[in-house]
């Protein structure tokens, strides 16, 4: 990945590239998977367990997420062999991977961020590919962020454009991941521990790569190995909150309300016999991703400061506050430079505007006054995965420069930020940060960096 910011020491380019690459390179799915699974003669280590082959049939993979090839990658360089097979949910291909994984595993392609009738097929064809597996076999399941779009089982009478039209409105509502996760879990079969339900009780290891500010498992995903502490209360305590009752689809509104009075199954429980046999490991997360930036910076002479790692909030007032705290403590002589100020987690937007962007490059764009004529300074914020939101952009970077470029263009960076059009600011001016998809994903990283 190389990130090109201009009006900066080539020496200072140098150094954030080699930070945020490192960072990248920690939460690597195949390094992470790699370090976790390990096999000797017939004793299959995967993290804290050890399972005796000799008494397992079959070894199945079973994988959804952004990330879910190159984790299955890493599984079947330890255990190639021995896999009978396979059924992975993913947002891209990745060919040059997709050629060194065996014809044995199959891969199929979901929508995100918004499900469509991909997301369907493919969770109708997991179902029926788990009913072939039997109780004396083994399902090692992979699971990284993008799973509760890419695979779709929604309860009957709810449609694929009911379920469409639900995730937009709360995407655009400011929800977080955690409460539109509450919903999904309860108007989709899948989700909540539906897939546990589907393999019990075949002994299924998942091990997951978080994208979930605090790693909630049971929120990775729409946690669909795990038991949910979640009910309908809650899912329609969400929709009263955001005052969207009268804006989703009749059909959802109504399945919760069945739920409600316990005409639906809830999610699965603890103590449910669907987990019974289910273990769940996070092998990769956020946290991970700091402590690496942390040690190269270190590493490289800067001070460094670690504000959070569980960062929440609207994009635009986290950006506005991350940039006054550090610019006041360089005005205070509070920072000793080099610094390299960190945070990281996922921040929201509520869209009233109809531009183009997402929640890193909103937050940039909402702290680009502060950074004016403080040339020594510089702030990025990106997505780990490579694409923050709906466009092509990980994120973007601003300089004490950036504000003058954009007022000679005629640009008024709080016209665009009003109209939640940050990628179109930034475009223009070329502070775009273009890397494509990193193949991990583990929420969104923040820098801000201040030089001598």
Not at 172 to 180: F, R
Not at 357 to 366: D, F, I, K, P, T
Not at 447 to 452: G, I, S, T, V
């Amino acid at each position: 990945m190389m990130i090109q910011i201009p009006s900066l020491e080539s020496k200072w380019v140098e150094d954030i590239n080699r930070i945020i690459n490192q960072s990248l390179g920690s939460v690597d799915p195949f390094l992470c998977i790699s370090e976790t699974i390990d096999l000797d003669g017939n004793l299959l280590r995967i993290a804290n367990s050890s399972i005796n082959l000799e008494i397992i049939n079959n070894i199945y993979i079973l994988g959804v997420g952004k990330a879910v090839i190159p984790m299955a990658k890493a599984v079947e360089s330890k255990i190639g062999k021995r896999i009978t097979g396979g059924f992975l949910i993913s947002k891209h291909r990745i060919d040059h991977v997709e050629t060194q994984i065996s014809p044995k595993i199959q891969i199929h392609l979901g929508g995100h961020p918004l499900p469509d009738e991909r997301s369907i097929d493919c969770a109708k064809k997991l179902e029926k590919f788990v009913g072939i597996i039997d109780k004396n076999d083994l399902i090692i399941n992979l699971i990284s962020g993008g799973g509760s779009a890419l695979m779709s089982l929604p309860y009957d009478g709810i449609s694929l454009a009911d379920i469409r039209l639900l995730t937009d409105i709360l995407l655009k509502s400011g929800a977080v991941i955690q409460e539109i996760n509450t919903i999904r879990k309860h108007i989709d079969r899948i989700k909540g521990g539906g897939l546990a339900i589907m393999t019990h009780p075949t002994q299924l290891v998942s091990l997951i790569l978080s994208d979930v500010v605090g790693d909630e498992i049971s929120m990775i995903a729409s946690g669909p190995t795990i038991e949910d502490e979640t009910t309908y209360l809650n899912a329609m305590e969400i929709i009263r909150k955001y005052n969207i009752e009268n804006k989703i689809p009749i059909s959802i509104l109504n399945h919760i309300k069945m739920g409600l009075r316990g005409k639906v199954q809830e999610t699965v429980k603890s103590g449910d016999k669907a987990v019974k046999n289910v273990t769940n490991t996070i092998i990769g997360s956020l946290s991970i991703a700091i402590d690496s930036a942390e040690k190269t910076a270190q590493d490289l002479g800067y001070n460094t400061i670690i504000d959070t790692k569980k960062l929440v909030g609207e994009a635009r007032e986290i950006g506005k506050s991350i940039a006054s705290s550090f610019i006041n403590m360089y005005e205070n002589d509070l920072l000793n430079l080099p610094t390299c100020f960190m945070a990281g987690g996922e921040t929201t937007v509520t869209i009233s505007g109809n531009g183009k962007g997402g929640r890193n490059q909103e937050l940039v764009l909402s702290a680009i006054e502060q950074f004016e004529n403080y040339n020594n300074c510089c702030m990025i914020s990106i997505a780990t995965d490579g694409e923050d939101g709906p466009t092509d952009a990980a994120g973007a970077f601003i300089t004490g420069t950036s504000l003058k470029k954009a007022k000679d263009k005629g640009l008024d960076p709080q016209k665009y930020l009003i109209n939640n059009d940050s990628y179109s600011f930034f475009e223009q001016i070329g502070n775009l940060i273009k890397i494509g998809p990193t193949g991990t994903n583990v929420n969104d990283l923040i820098f801000l960096f201040c030089f001598r």
